[in-house]
Nanobody, 127 residues
Framework: QVQLVESGGGLVQAGGSLRLSCAAS????????YGWFRQAPGKEREFVAG????????KYLDSVKGRFTISRDNAKNTVYLQMNSLKPEDTAAYYC????????????????????WGQGTQVTVSS
């Protein structure tokens, strides 16, 4: 089992920044690739960013490229999502998820690939 707890959400004005954190406990943190997803009211949950087991590879939703950065600190068992230049359309509940990695470069992007999920943290961007 892997337990994931997100934090760092909140209310921010358009153009502002937030950093989300996902603290993991349980099974070996470094054996997993991690992803951030988001879900706005009335919409499906979507992939936002992912990072490989090694941390060397990342993937992003096109609309957040250049604004969001995913990173991981294996010593702290924590994954981060730095969000800059936030837009009202980024408003959503953000979820951290863990996906057992078959190799060091693997990054999952589909919901069904992920084994464990956090409870989510709300991000609201005002215009």
């Amino acid at each position: 089992q892997v337990q994931l707890v997100e934090s760092g959400g909140g209310l921010v004005q358009a153009g502002g920044s937030l950093r989300l954190s996902c603290a993991a406990s349980g099974r070996t943190f470094s054996s997993y690739a991690y992803g951030w997803f988001r879900q706005a009211p009335g919409k499906e949950r979507e992939f936002v960013a992912g990072i490989s087991f090694s941390g060397a590879n990342t993937k992003y939703l096109d609309s957040v490229k250049g604004r969001f950065t995913i990173s991981r600190d294996n010593a702290k068992n924590t994954v981060y999502l730095q969000m800059n230049s936030l837009k009202p359309e980024d408003t959503a509940a953000y979820y951290c998820a863990a996906d057992y990695a078959p190799d060091i470069n693997y990054i999952g992007t589909r919901l069904e690939e992920f084994d464990y999920w956090g409870q989510g943290t709300q991000v609201t961007v005002s215009s």
